[in-house]
Each structure stands twice: as structure tokens, then as C-alpha cells.
């Protein structure tokens, strides 16, 4: 049973760019959520899906981000306009429902130059 | 709010011998989760441990430990006989299942084992 993936590993955006961050969850499990860990902090928050909708969108920065995990394919963190402050390692997790337990993917490392 | 804090940025142990990490937090909640994930230098979360708050036992996992202090919302992790494999980010972290899902963790604990 495959862990969850995310792709790229590694992603390098110069400033004003969009980047798309992939993350196929585990088999069986419809709930997504992101993370973002910045520089020698921990991860954060950022939102939570179930197939074909947001549930949590709280952590999610107002402007310039999205997210969608469609009914078929990965879920998708989408990042338009990169800025420096935008580098970060971006975290998905899965699981099968609330209150299970939450597998996490190996991360995109995300550089803008 | 939930908030997580580690005080510790850095802590060391000689290598066989243990090491206790500190983790405090506050909820409103009366049920939460409390968990700590190791963070390698690949950079993969891995859970360590898993403390549901409503349970009185202390949750282990062969060398690693917790003591749960729910007065004083406090929750450390205790390693017993470290390896050079444990070195690692340590972070601690809490969930509310039954309001929102999501985790939050403290900023982490950078554990260096010294041969």
C-alpha cells in the first residue's frame, strides 16, 4: 500500500510565477489536508478537503492561494505570484475520516528565486 | 485557540542514555489528541506516539515514553537508551477530533546524539 506522494519533490519558481503542488493521498482515503512548514519553524495549518470540497480554509492566506481536490486526481496547492516569503517545504496529509489518524507525505520543497 | 509550546530549540544526549523533551499546551477542549512526530534530516513526519487526552495512561511505544500531565497540560516525551537514529527535529503537536481535524504543532526540539 503506497504512502501518500507528493510532486515535485523539489520545486524552484522565480518570483511572479505559479507553482502547483501535487499530493495523491493514500488508497482509500478522501480527506486531504496541507501544511507548511517555513525556515526552523513547525508545520502550520493551512486546509483541509474532502473530495470536491473545502471543509477548513482557515490557515490559507487570502489572496494568491487555492486549493481543490477534485473527485478524480490528486489534490492540487496552487500558488500564484510567488514571492520570497512563499519558500517553504509544503506538507500533505491523509486519512480516511475526522479522527483518524493523519499520514504524511515526504513534502514539496518550494524555492523562489 | 489550541497552542502548542516547546521551550527547548536544542537538547543533546550521550548516545544509550535518556532524554526527556518538553511540551506544554493549552485547550479549551476536553477532547483533544496529543501526538509527537520526529522529523529526520529527509524531512518525512514520522509519529512517534499518540495520547488520546480522555485516556489516564501514559502511551508508550517501546523506547519512547510520555508523561501526561493533564492539570498542568503538559506533555514530554521521554527517550529511553538513544540512538544515533533518533537524532532528529522533535515536534510536538495537538488535534481536536471532534471540531476541526487539523493539527497544530510547536515550533520543535532539535535532539542531537552524541556518540
Known amino acids: 500500500n503506497a504512502g501518500v506522494m507528493q510532486n515535485p519533490r523539489h520545486l524552484v519558481r522565480r518570483r511572479g510565477q505559479e507553482a502547483r503542488l501535487r499530493c495523491s493521498p493514500m488508497?482509500?482515503?478522501?480527506?486531504v489536508y496541507w501544511y507548511r512548514q517555513l525556515p526552523e519553524e513547525g508545520l502550520k495549518f493551512m486546509v483541509y478537503?474532502?473530495?470536491?470540497?473545502?471543509?477548513?480554509e482557515s490557515g490559507m492566506p487570502k489572496e494568491r492561494f487555492s486549493a481543490e481536490f477534485p473527485k478524480e486526481g490528486p489534490s492540487i496547492l496552487r500558488i500564484q505570484q510567488v514571492v520570497r516569503g512563499d519558500s517553504a517545504a509544503y506538507f500533505c496529509?491523509?486519512?480516511?475520516?475526522?479522527?483518524?489518524?493523519?499520514?504524511f507525505g515526504p513534502g514539496t520543497r518550494l524555492t523562489v528565486t | 485557540a489550541q497552542t502548542v509550546t516547546q521551550s527547548q530549540p536544542e537538547m543533546s544526549v550521550q548516545e544509550a542514555e535518556t532524554v526527556t523533551l518538553s511540551c506544554t499546551y493549552d485547550?479549551?477542549?476536553?477532547?483533544?489528541?496529543l501526538f509527537w512526530y520526529k522529523q529526520p534530516p529527509s524531512r518525512q513526519m514520522i509519529l512517534v506516539i499518540r495520547?488520546?487526552?480522555?485516556?489516564?495512561q501514559n502511551a508508550t511505544e517501546n523506547r519512547f515514553s510520555v508523561n501526561f500531565q493533564k492539570a498542568a497540560k503538559s506533555f514530554s516525551l521521554k527517550i529511553s537508551d538513544s540512538q544515533l537514529g533518533d537524532a532528529a527535529m522533535y515536534f510536538c503537536?495537538?488535534?481536536?477530533?471532534?471540531?476541526?481535524?487539523?493539527?497544530?504543532f510547536g515550533k520543535g526540539t532539535r535532539l542531537h546524539i552524541l556518540p
Open positions: 496529509a491523509s486519512s480516511p475520516g475526522p479522527q483518524y489518524e493523519q499520514y
Open positions: 488508497k482509500g482515503h478522501s480527506h
Open positions: 478537503l474532502q473530495k470536491e470540497n473545502i471543509i477548513d
Open positions: 485547550t479549551s477542549e476536553s477532547d483533544y489528541y
Open positions: 495520547q488520546e487526552a480522555y485516556k489516564q
Open positions: 503537536a495537538s488535534a481536536r477530533p471532534n471540531r476541526d481535524d487539523k493539527i497544530i
